[in-house]
């Protein structure tokens, strides 16, 4: 069974400062990896996805990259803002089953002024 | 565009009572629908998924269950609610099977609090 696991659970920077938010899954056969962000009391909006194929994505400040092998993806947020605190998730597709993404646990964001 | 609604946002139900949560999708055809929970501070927990109408598929055995009585509407529902029942609970739903981007789309969730 596919497990994801989002490491650190909880992380505070200062504003302006470059940060990387880690995932990693134990099954390397993906269909695609998805990376959400979610607001306290909201529903989860999609900020990338890269299929099996990809090496990374790229929207604005946001990068995310993908090492199927290893079972490690990244999402690089540059230049952090007081807006992008949030809790972060990553969510895998599987090949053995299309219809069904498996989530991590996230990663809660804290940027402070 | 394709829009994912959820009614009602949020909702207070005595132990013991029915529920009857609501999901709709605009914009496509013969979608996956999913529901899932969350407990605050924690991840997401797949309860159903349904590939098409009357399809579902159950993830955790519990007093929960789901129906999907049209192409885009999918229903979650108890008959008897219990404390552990209290939740946000979220739909989505994504491309079929292996077709398209694979892209998951979700709702903006339930806040279920059983009293």
């Known amino acids: 069974k596919q497990e994801v696991t989002q490491i650190p659970a909880a992380l505070s920077v200062p504003e302006g400062e470059n940060l990387v938010l880690n995932c990693s899954f134990t099954?390397?056969?993906?269909?695609?990896l998805q990376w959400f962000r979610q607001d306290p009391g909201k529903g989860l909006t999609s900020l990338l996805l890269?299929?099996?194929?990809?090496r990374e994505q790229t929207s604005g400040r946001l990068n995310a990259s993908l090492d199927k092998s290893s079972g490690r993806s990244t999402l690089y947020i540059a230049a952090s803002q007081p807006g992008d605190s949030a809790t972060y998730l990553c969510?895998?597709?599987?090949?053995?089953?299309?219809?069904?993404?498996?989530f991590g646990s996230g990663t809660k964001l804290n940027v402070k002024p | 565009s394709q829009t994912i609604h959820q009614w009602p946002a949020t909702l207070v139900q005595p132990v013991g009572s029915p529920l009857s949560l609501e999901c709709t999708v605009e914009?496509?055809?013969?979608?996956?629908l999913y529901w899932y929970r969350q407990a605050a501070g924690r991840g997401l927990q797949l309860l159903f998924y349904?590939?098409?109408?009357?399809?579902i598929s159950s993830e955790v055995p519990q007093n929960l269950s789901a129906s999907r009585p049209q192409d885009r509407q999918f229903i979650l529902s108890s008959k008897k609610l219990l404390l552990s029942d209290s939740s946000f609970y979220l739909c989505?739903?994504?491309?079929?099977?292996?077709?398209?981007?694979?892209?998951?789309?979700f709702g903006p969730g339930t806040r279920l609090t059983v009293l």
């Open positions: 989505a739903w994504s491309d079929p099977g292996s077709s398209g981007v694979g892209t998951q789309y």
């Open positions: 099954d390397s056969a993906i269909y695609n």
């Open positions: 890269i299929q099996s194929s990809q």
């Open positions: 969510a895998v597709k599987g090949t053995y089953n299309f219809n069904k993404f498996y």
């Open positions: 914009g496509t055809s013969n979608p996956n």
């Open positions: 349904s590939v098409g109408i009357g399809q």
